[in-house]
């Protein structure tokens, strides 16, 4: 090897190493510049002296939303949300996808099934077909609107069920002998052996119902029904105080301050932002069984 | 008769599942004969008035629909490109980074935006692109550039979108193709080396044709969402300044059938993207399905 091209390659990483650190600092850069704008007085925020680094470090807006009722209440609805979206999606996702991963010698009808699922990935009715039929079926205005319609994630199914295939088939049978059924199967062998496709797939449901938003826009005639995003669309994106009843002038010029409105944004991201490290561990997992097998 | 007994639990646990996808997804499918429809909430789907295409009609004389379906094409074939080609060339120089701990917080750092709402990212970029008190705006001044106005002028907008796109989504992609990376066999490179090739044919002719088979594969699953420029994206990010060039189908969808409650004809526009949409989805997984070998269970 000469010379030449071993510093070449030297000054190929250096550049390379340069440029991946800077890639990386631009997409985080605006979650924490929004925060520092937080963290700062109003008035160093609205005359952009705020970069990364708060400016008169202050509490104020937090403590400012933190005693706002508005605020608590999207945010108590929102862990109901997710707490029963969490708890239907993954009762429904497992058993769904057990009868489906088995062979069809074992389960003659499973190929049927299986259609039935899929075609749901492949066709839809469309925005007011979906609207008019949970509206039918009386769910509007009622947090089971947010829980219920989407009970069962297709694509998280398909995951599980191929983690479930991917098992020892000598377990199961040998449970079988031992005069197990199905049920007790499902429960005592699968479900344990599969604790790390259904973390994956949890932490997604998780991360799926606090970010959701849109359904609670239509699904909800008013604005004190809304989970914590859908309020932040409304006070943040749409900037529309007006829409939550029963405020004076001077709050709604409070809220829609630059201050408020980061602090808002930041309380929406944090809970994702603490499970994150967790989320992202799994989730590389969750790719390599899902999309790159085969 | 004994495989039936012995199948029945099976079938008990499959059916919670099957009743709310029957309603919940199966019931709007046949709610498209709205599309035919005077629809009046009231008199339901059996009692309102057949009007054949004239919903269809109606929606071929609007105005704006070229120019609609025209952003919606533009919008999401440019996001289909920038989002397979940045994270390859990303993957590419992350694969000549030596540090096992610098290739994972990179990869932690790059990857965060995904899992942020585009409530969230929108807020964040309404306030980062402001003319008048954006940071954005504030560092271009630096240089003497007037203030840009990224969500409300014509000619930004599509390529503001873009742009926000790709920082939400190219982590993902770049971890995808890095899988595929490390997957490839050490002894190809030994045997590169040894015909005396360098860092960059190496490169050319053992990384990209190893990771050629995910590339195809990312490449055509992503055909199935030709039609979907980013509902959430846009509606959050779009104002009535840049309808012109930032309205999709699925904006108009929500306006036309939410907001002025025409049902038939919100739902005519549904029913074209969706028949639409079913041939390049089924396409797409033909294709990966052939040429990936890629299958969904």
Redesign the interface.
């Known amino acids: 090897m000469n010379l030449a091209a071993t510093r070449g390659a030297r000054w190929f990483a250096v550049g390379n190493y340069t440029f991946l650190v800077l890639l990386s600092l631009l997409c985080l850069f605006p979650i924490i510049h929004v925060l520092a704008i937080s963290l700062s007085s109003s008035t160093a925020a609205s005359a952009g002296r705020v970069t990364a680094w708060p400016v008169d470090f202050t509490f104020a807006s937090y403590d400012y939303i933190l005693r706002k009722p508005e605020f608590l209440r999207a945010f108590a609805i929102t862990l109901e949300r997710v707490a029963l979206g969490f708890a239907m999606n993954m009762l429904l996702t497992v058993l769904c996808a057990y009868p489906l991963s088995k062979q069809t010698y074992e389960f003659r009808l499973r190929t049927v099934y299986a259609w039935f699922f899929v075609v749901t990935i492949l066709f839809s009715g469309g925005l007011i077909p979906w609207f008019l039929t949970i509206n039918a079926t009386g769910l509007v205005d009622s947090i089971w609107a947010l829980v219920v319609p989407g009970a069962v994630p297709v694509f998280n199914v398909i995951l599980v069920l191929n983690f479930f295939r991917g098992l020892p088939k000598e377990v199961e049978e040998s449970a079988f002998i031992d005069g197990a059924g199905y049920w007790k199967v499902l429960w005592a062998i699968v479900v344990p052996l599969s604790m790390p496709v259904l973390a994956a797939v949890g932490l997604f449901t998780l991360v799926s119902h606090w970010n959701s938003w849109f359904d609670a826009l239509i699904l909800m005639n008013f604005p004190k029904d809304y989970p914590l995003s859908t309020y932040l669309q409304l006070i943040v994106i749409n900037s529309n105080p007006l829409a939550l009843s029963g405020q004076s002038l001077t709050e709604i010029v409070e809220i829609s301050q630059r201050t408020t409105r980061a602090a808002q944004i930041f309380l929406g991201a944090l809970p994702i932002l603490l499970v994150y490290p967790f989320l992202q561990k799994y989730f590389v997992k969750g790719i390599v069984l899902g999309s790159v097998k085969g | 008769m004994k495989?039936v007994k012995r199948?029945f639990?099976?079938?008990l646990?499959?059916f919670?599942?099957?009743v709310?996808?029957f309603?919940?997804?199966?019931?709007?499918?046949?709610?498209?004969t709205?599309a035919f429809q005077q629809f009046i909430?009231v008199k339901g789907l059996f009692g309102s008035e057949w009007i054949g295409w004239d919903n269809f009609k109606y929606m071929l004389d609007m105005p704006d629909i070229r120019d609609i379906v025209g952003n919606t094409l533009q919008i999401s074939v440019m996001k289909i490109m920038a989002g397979l080609t940045v994270p390859i060339v990303?993957a590419l120089?992350?694969n000549?980074?030596r540090s096992l701990f610098?290739k994972k917080?990179?990869?932690?750092?790059?990857?965060?935006?995904h899992?942020?709402?585009w409530?969230?990212l929108?807020?964040?970029?309404?306030?980062?692109l402001s003319p008048s008190?954006g940071?954005v705006n504030?560092f271009l001044s630096l240089f003497g550039i007037k203030p840009i106005f990224f969500l409300g002028s014509n000619a930004w907008f599509p390529f503001t979108l873009v742009a926000s796109d790709v920082?939400k989504e190219f982590?993902?992609s770049t971890?995808?193709y890095l899988?595929?990376i490390t997957g490839i066999n050490p002894t190809l490179y030994e045997a590169a080396v040894m015909d005396g090739a360098?860092?960059w044919r190496q490169t050319w002719h053992v990384t990209l044709p190893g990771m050629a088979p995910?590339i195809v594969?990312l490449a055509t699953l992503s055909l199935g969402n030709v039609l979907n420029a980013g509902?959430?994206q846009v509606?959050?990010l779009y104002s009535p300044s840049v309808y012109e060039s930032g309205d999709i189908l699925?904006t108009l969808?929500?306006r036309i059938?939410?907001q002025d409650a025409q049902?038939g004809v919100?739902?005519a526009i549904?029913?074209l993207?969706?028949l639409v949409?079913?041939v390049l989805?089924?396409t797409s997984y033909f294709l990966a399905y052939r040429l990936a070998?890629?299958?969904?269970?």
């Open positions: 495989s199948e639990p099976l079938h646990m499959l919670p599942g099957i709310i996808v309603i919940y997804c199966y019931i709007p499918m046949a709610g498209i709205i909430p990303i120089l992350l000549e980074v610098f917080s990179f990869q932690t750092l790059i990857y965060l935006p899992f942020l709402s409530i969230i929108s807020g964040i970029l309404i306030d980062i008190e940071i504030q920082w982590g993902f971890i995808v899988a595929a360098n860092r995910v594969l509902f959430e509606f959050n699925d969808i929500y059938g939410i049902y919100a739902t549904g029913l993207k969706s949409s079913l989805i089924s070998n890629y299958r969904i269970f």
